[in-house]
């Protein structure tokens, strides 16, 4: 009799209905492709049973690390607050090896979407899964390629490391793009000794040779330092971008429906991007791997280089020392940086550091030649 009642009750009381399962999946992934966040997800997956499987669906995926450690440092094993510390200052010099990364507190939520990814002989229940996560709690750290294993469609990816490579002087301004296949497609790298609003300025400007200007590179340059700066600071750009490609080879290998990769920083220093053509180079062609160390080997190259003193941009910024270099492979047949090309190294740049990029090309242009390395 009670089991009568308590069906009678349900017909005439029914369970109400969460209008959140009424939503098609369609739509929840577009959410989902929305958030992007890599970690916001792996929380989503945590949700329900239907989130779970709607996340591995995901094809936009941001990915903000949040620390770096070297191969080469024992204590990247460690869950403890001073390895992530040490890890922060190393993550300033990844020039001499290449660099790991890793997600801290992001292992669990996608130790819980990988349970129901897999194949398994029986279905788990959602609590086993929080099981799971409890006997992993030691595990801190996850590397890049084993997060993103979990989706099965990305297309769009985009990863932020929570620095630049490139350790700098307070006020100096160096930022790169770089585009890759199998190997450099091109590179473009602007430089300032120093960025000023121009009311400091305008009291010395004659001193900064603003009136003397004649779009030429000062003797001074040569002497005092100048021109040895600017090939550090292509060096280290350049070396800085085939490292992070080296980084990525095993992610294109097992995202074949990727069309597109960036790979920059929480400093906005550098910015390493793969198109759908370029990816899919990189698959059929192997890359060529340094034999110093693990980076992609850099060809020989063509570089065109643009220089002023004192670049005041129109909203009020100047940069000082300001230099621009367009780089590609020599490979690669010789193409005036005009028109359509100028637009392609402004465009590496955000404003009003495009406007700056823009300004320089229209000045004279000197001519460089750089070795594979």
């Known amino acids: 009799m009670a089991s009568i009642g308590a069906d009678l009750c349900r017909k005439i009381h029914p369970e109400p209905l969460d209008d959140f399962d009424r939503l098609p999946d369609s739509l929840i992934l577009f959410i989902f492709n929305i958030i992007g966040d890599v970690k916001a997800l792996g929380r989503c997956c945590v949700v329900s049973r239907r989130f779970h499987s709607l996340v591995p669906q995901v094809d936009n995926v941001v990915v903000r690390v949040d620390c770096v450690i070297s191969d080469d440092d024992p204590s990247s094993t460690s869950a403890s607050s001073s390895s992530a510390s040490s890890a922060a200052d190393k993550s300033r010099h990844p020039i001499t090896s290449l660099f790991r990364i890793f997600f801290s507190g992001l292992f669990k939520p996608l130790q819980s979407l990988s349970q129901l990814i897999i194949p398994s002989a029986r279905r788990l229940p959602l609590s086993d899964d929080f099981d799971c996560e409890a006997e992993q709690n030691i595990v801190t750290h996850h590397s890049p390629t084993q997060v993103l294993k979990n989706f099965n469609e990305i297309k769009l990816l985009r990863i932020e490391l929570p620095t630049g490579e490139l350790g700098i002087d307070e006020g100096v301004l160096l930022k790169w793009k770089a585009e890759f296949g199998s190997t450099l497609d091109s590179c473009v790298i602007l430089g300032a000794s120093s960025v000023v609003q121009s009311s400091n300025t305008t009291a010395n400007s004659s001193d ?11 003797e001074s340059f040569y002497t005092n330092g100048g021109l040895k700066l600017r090939v550090v600071w292509t060096i280290s750009s350049l070396i800085a971008a085939s490292a992070r490609h080296y980084l990525l080879q095993p992610i294109i290998a097992e995202h074949k429906t990727l069309s597109s990769l960036v790979l ?4 906005g220093q550098g910015v390493l991007s793969m198109n759908k053509e370029q990816l899919e180079e990189l698959r059929v062609k192997p890359l060529s791997a340094s034999s110093a160390s693990k980076r992609t080997l850099v060809p020989a190259l063509n570089m065109r280089l ?4 004192h670049l005041e941009l129109p909203n009020g910024v100047v940069l000082k020392g300001a230099t621009l270099v367009a780089i590609r492979p020599s490979e690669q047949p010789k193409k005036e940086v005009a028109g359509s090309e100028a637009n392609w190294v402004a465009s590496a740049f955000e404003e009003p550091f495009g406007t700056a990029a823009r300004m320089l090309v229209k000045r004279r242009t000197y001519c460089l030649e750089m070795n594979s390395f």
């Open 208 to 218: 900064n040779g603003v009136e003397s200007d004649n779009g030429s590179i000062p």
């Open 306 to 309: 643009w220089y002023a003193p």
């Open 264 to 267: 920059t920083d929480a400093d």
